[in-house]
Every structure is written in structure tokens, then in C-alpha cells.
């Protein structure tokens, strides 16, 4: 089975730090995405990626920033953390078009 | 870009008997529906998907039914179990293999 790995499933910042969630998947996929999940809104697209170096902005990318040097890892920056960013963070991986994403368990970020 | 609607927000069936749960979608060139099922404490996971050519599809006691015209698709879920509480998203894309997802109903089969 694929396996989308978030290094993290609790994290708590403070207001202003930096921020880094990592996700790690194992299958060789080539698109890769960060969704941020709130309770009546469902999961917002935040940034993805469909290549090495390659990413492109979703719906919210604003205070968001994300790297991904190898195939494998894609990571989420919050530039300046802030109590509104405080929400559960969700990484999916997927081969193609038109597959269904792989998620990973989930990070639950609180930011003081 | 795509709006996907999802109703209801939270659905209380007693065990044994059907659910049914509705998503409207806005963009016609739409043509991937899944279905994601999460329970707490996990991330959401792939349960059923149909695409465009395809008016309805089965698994087991889950189907899903689209209707292209109304730009809507419904999950069914018959002989409901209380394995089968958990959070249910639909979502729909075209072929640029992002995803935009439904709100989410919460799904709570009473015994």
C-alpha cells in the first residue's frame, strides 16, 4: 500500500515562529498536495505539487510556502506562524490524473 | 474554479437502515467523482470514485450515482453499520488532478 507519512500528528507554536510540516510518500508519485482541514469548511487546498521543484498555489496559499527538492518530500512553511493558521493540516499524494489521493494521517497545529 | 456542495452536514441513521448523502458540483468539464470516508484521528480514505462515463457504480453496500446534466452525484450506503460512522467528502476535478472537495457530512449509525 502507498504510504503518505506527516512527521508530526500534534505540533503547538507560538505566534510568529516558523513553521515546517513535512510529508514523505513512498510510492514514487508525482503530484503531491497540502489541504488544510476546518470544521463546515471542509479541505482547502493550500499549495501543490506535480515535480521535483515544481509547485503552483491552490485556493489559500497567503502566509503559506512549501519546498519539495526530492520526489518523495514535500514540505509546508508557515513564514509567521498566526493563531489563525492554528488547524489540522492534511498531505495527499497521487500518481496521475483522475486517481484518487492518498492522505496521510494528519498534522493538528495550534498556535498560541 | 470548481465549487463542490455537500448536504447534509450530518446525517443520524439508525443501523441497518440506508444513507444517502448529495453533492452538487459547478464546473462542467468535471469528470473524476471520489468519495473519502475519515475516521477520527486518520486522514481521509479513498472509498469509491466513478467518472464521467459512468452513470453508477457498486461496491459492496456503497454506490455512488452521477447525474451529468444536474451536475450532481450521490453516495448511498445501505445496511448501515456502526463501522460506518465517520466523516464522508465528496469531491470532484477535471483532468488536472486537483481535487475540490465537498464540506462533509458527519455520518452517525445508532445501534
Known amino acids: 500500500d502507498v504510504k503518505v507519512t506527516q512527521s508530526s500528528r500534534y505540533l503547538v507554536k507560538r505566534t510568529g515562529e516558523k513553521v515546517f510540516l513535512e510529508c514523505v510518500q513512498d510510492?514514487?508519485?508525482?503530484?503531491m498536495f497540502w489541504y488544510r482541514q476546518d470544521p463546515g469548511l471542509g479541505l482547502r487546498l493550500i499549495y501543490f505539487?506535480?515535480?521535483?521543484?515544481?509547485?503552483e498555489k491552490g485556493d489559500i496559499p497567503e502566509g503559506y510556502s512549501v519546498s519539495r527538492e526530492k520526489k518523495e518530500r514535500f514540505s509546508l512553511i508557515l513564514e509567521s506562524a498566526s493563531t489563525n493558521q492554528t488547524s489540522m493540516y492534511l498531505c495527499?499524494?497521487?500518481?496521475?490524473?483522475?486517481?484518487?489521493?492518498?492522505f496521510g494521517s494528519g498534522t493538528r497545529l495550534t498556535v498560541v | 474554479g470548481e465549487n463542490v456542495e455537500q448536504h447534509p452536514s450530518t446525517l443520524s441513521v439508525q443501523e441497518g437502515d440506508s444513507a444517502v448523502i448529495k453533492c452538487t458540483y459547478s464546473?462542467?468539464?468535471?469528470?473524476?467523482f471520489p468519495w473519502y470516508k475519515q475516521e477520527l484521528g486518520k486522514g481521509p480514505q479513498l472509498i469509491i470514485d466513478?467518472?464521467?462515463?459512468?452513470g453508477e457504480k457498486k461496491d459492496q453496500r456503497i454506490a455512488v450515482t452521477l447525474n451529468k446534466t444536474a451536475k450532481h452525484f450521490s453516495l448511498h450506503i445501505t445496511e448501515t453499520q456502526p463501522e460506518d460512522s465517520a466523516v464522508y467528502f465528496c469531491?470532484?476535478?477535471?483532468?488536472?488532478?486537483?481535487?475540490?472537495f465537498g464540506a462533509g457530512t458527519t455520518v452517525t449509525v445508532r445501534a
Open positions: 495527499a499524494s497521487t500518481p496521475g490524473t483522475s486517481y484518487g489521493y492518498t
Open positions: 510510492m514514487d508519485h508525482e503530484n
Open positions: 505539487s506535480y515535480d521535483v521543484k515544481m509547485k
Open positions: 464546473d462542467s468539464a468535471s469528470n473524476y
Open positions: 466513478i467518472r464521467s462515463n459512468v
Open positions: 469531491a470532484a476535478s477535471r483532468s488536472d488532478y486537483k481535487l475540490s
